[in-house]
C-alpha cells in the first residue's frame, strides 16, 4: 500500500494546455515535497510547502497544500515541452526515520 | 548542480554475485541516502546514513547492506544479488534531517541482474 497515492499516473497533452495532478494521502504530514525528473537523471526539488491551505506559485507552476495537511495539488498553466517530466510528491514519516515518495505522474507536453 | 556522483552508472551482472555501488559526494552533507526507483512502486528507501559510520534501514532494506567509512562516500552492497534487485538505484544527500528540507539526487546506477 502506497503511502501517497498520485493522479493521475501519465498524462500526455498539447502544448498550451493547463492540467493538474494530485497527491493524496490518509495521513497527515508537517510538510510535503514536489519533485520533478527528467529521463536519466535524479529528482530535482520545485517546492515545499508547511503550511494547510499554503498555495506557492513558481512561475506557471501553482502548488497547494491541502487545508488538512494531507493532500496537495500541482497545477501547470500553458504547459510547455520543457515541462515534460515525472512528477513526484515526498514526505518525511511523522512517526520514524523514513522518507517517502509517491509513485508519480509521468507528464508528456506534445509541441 | 550539488557534487554528487555515483558510479557505475550501468552494471550488469547475474544472480548471486555480489555488487557494490558508489556515492561521493563533495558538499560535506551530513545525511546520506540510498533509494531504489522501479515502475509502479516509484523511489523507495533503502538505507540512509546520518554520519560517518551511523547508518539505518529504509523501508524496502533487505537484501542490502550500506557503508560510510567518509563523510564523502556511501556504498550499497548487495551481498548475493537477484533478480528482483534490478532497478535503477539513487543515491541522495541533504544537510539537515528536518521535514522540508531538500534532498539532491545523483545521475543513478542502473543495475541489472540476470
Known amino acids: 500500500t502506497q503511502l501517497l497515492e498520485q493522479s493521475p499516473q501519465f498524462l500526455s497533452i498539447q502544448e498550451g494546455e493547463n492540467l493538474t495532478v494530485y497527491c493524496n494521502s490518509s495521513s497527515v504530514f508537517s510538510s510535503l515535497q514536489w519533485y520533478r525528473q527528467e529521463p536519466g537523471e535524479g529528482p530535482v526539488l520545485l517546492v515545499t510547502v508547511v503550511t494547510g491551505g499554503e498555495v506557492k506559485k513558481l512561475k506557471r507552476l501553482t502548488f497547494q497544500f491541502g487545508d488538512a495537511r494531507k493532500d496537495s495539488s500541482l497545477h501547470i498553466t500553458a504547459a510547455q515541452p520543457g515541462d515534460t517530466g515525472l512528477y513526484l510528491c515526498a514526505v518525511r514519516s511523522n512517526t520514524g526515520n523514513q522518507f517517502y515518495f509517491g509513485t508519480g505522474t509521468s507528464l508528456t507536453v506534445i509541441p | 548542480d550539488a557534487g554528487i556522483t555515483q558510479s557505475p552508472r550501468h552494471k550488469v551482472t547475474e544472480t548471486g554475485t555480489p555488487v557494490t555501488l558508489r556515492c561521493h559526494q563533495t558538499e560535506n552533507h551530513r545525511y546520506m541516502y540510498w533509494y531504489r526507483q522501479d515502475p509502479g512502486h516509484g523511489l523507495r528507501l533503502i538505507h540512509y546514513?546520518?554520519?560517518?559510520?551511523?547508518?539505518d534501514k529504509g523501508e524496502v532494506s533487505d537484501g542490502y547492506s550500506v557503508s560510510r567509512s567518509k563523510t564523502e562516500d556511501f556504498l550499497l552492497t548487495l551481498e548475493s544479488a537477484t533478480s528482483s534487485q534490478t532497478s535503477v538505484y539513487f543515491c541522495?544527500?541533504?544537510?539537515?534531517?528536518?521535514?522540508?528540507?531538500?534532498?539532491?539526487f545523483g545521475p543513478g546506477t542502473r543495475l541489472t541482474v540476470l
Open positions: 546514513s546520518y554520519g560517518v559510520k551511523d547508518t
Open positions: 541522495a544527500i541533504s544537510e539537515s534531517w528536518v521535514a522540508g528540507n531538500e534532498q539532491f
